[in-house]
């Protein structure tokens, strides 16, 4: 299982990339694993105002249905449109063409209270 040092994490097992004010989010590998086959994923709208923890969308699989939470506060700018034909993407590359949503942030400081790697894979063992 995968989990790049350069990215932040959550417990809820999603992911940020921070470039400037803008993070892009996706799903973990340990998640999308969990998860099976990614059949359809609901993406928050563009404009959509997110707080840190809230319901941002849904992914489901062929196992089930869950809830994507937004891991940092800010403004819906982008969204991955090539998921609505291929949502598959998010299995087979979840930290590349399988992101999810680009939020720009309205809260910066949110970003030290992310997990690093360590911290995520430190939440994986005790599970």
Same mark, same amino acid.
């Given at each position: 299982m995968s989990i790049p040092k350069e990215l932040r994490y959550v417990d809820s097992h999603e992911w940020v990339r921070v470039d400037g004010d803008v993070a892009t989010v996706g799903i973990t590998d340990h998640a999308q694993q969990a998860l099976g086959d990614v059949v359809f994923?609901? +993406?928050p709208e563009v404009?959509?105002?997110?707080d840190q923890g809230g319901e941002?969308?849904?992914?489901?699989s062929v196992k089930a249905v869950?809830?994507? @939470?937004a891991p940092i506060s800010g403004e819906v700018i982008e969204v991955n449109g090539a998921l609505d034909d291929d949502p598959e993407t998010v299995n087979q590359a979840? @930290?590349?063409g399988g992101w999810l949503f680009k939020i720009r942030l309205s809260r910066p400081a949110?970003?030290?209270?992310? +997990?690093?790697?360590?911290? @995520?894979?430190?939440?994986?063992?005790?599970a």
């Open positions: 994923v609901q +993406l404009g959509d105002q997110i941002a969308g849904e992914i489901e869950s809830a994507i @939470y979840p @930290y590349g949110e970003i030290d209270g992310l +997990l690093s790697a360590d911290g @995520y894979a430190a939440v994986l063992a005790d």
